[in-house]
């Protein structure tokens, strides 16, 4: 059974970090290309990051409010994925919730095949 299990959603002050960790148990990580989603109230879900596995390049989002603050990587020993974002803002508010494609690392939500329940982010002022 594939599970992924985010962790690390919290209330977070504007101007902080955050430090997302997504268990991944059920299948290889290394055969899966791992990414990073966030959905905003009243929002579609949106692509943040995704870690190939190598055989596609690696992703992250070009958004403007995005850019450069963030930072994807996985730990192989301990199956987990991680998600760290620095200097938050109120927009950064949601719920980020990992997933896992097999042939696609971007971010077309569709194009991954499983996916985690979600952990809540709220930024405050």
């Known amino acids: 059974q594939v599970q992924l299990v985010e962790s690390g959603g919290s209330s977070v002050q504007r101007g902080g970090s955050l430090r997302l960790s997504c268990a991944v148990s059920?299948?290889?990580?290394?055969?899966?290309?791992m990414g990073w989603f966030r959905e905003a109230p009243g929002s579609e879900r949106e692509g943040i990051a995704c870690?190939?596995?190598?055989?596609?390049?690696?992703?992250?989002s070009d958004s403007i409010f995005i850019k450069g603050r963030l930072a994807i990587s996985r730990d192989k020993a301990r199956k987990t994925v991680v998600l760290q974002m620095s200097s938050v803002v109120q927009d950064d508010t949601g719920v980020y919730s990992c997933?896992?494609?097999?042939?696609?690392?971007?971010?077309?939500?569709?194009?991954?095949?499983?996916w985690g329940q979600g952990t809540q982010v709220i930024v405050t002022t």
């Open positions: 997933a896992a494609s097999r042939l696609y690392c971007g971010r077309l939500y569709r194009m991954y095949e499983f």
């Open positions: 059920g299948i290889n990580l290394d055969e899966y290309n």
């Open positions: 870690t190939s596995m190598g055989e596609v390049p690696s992703w992250h």
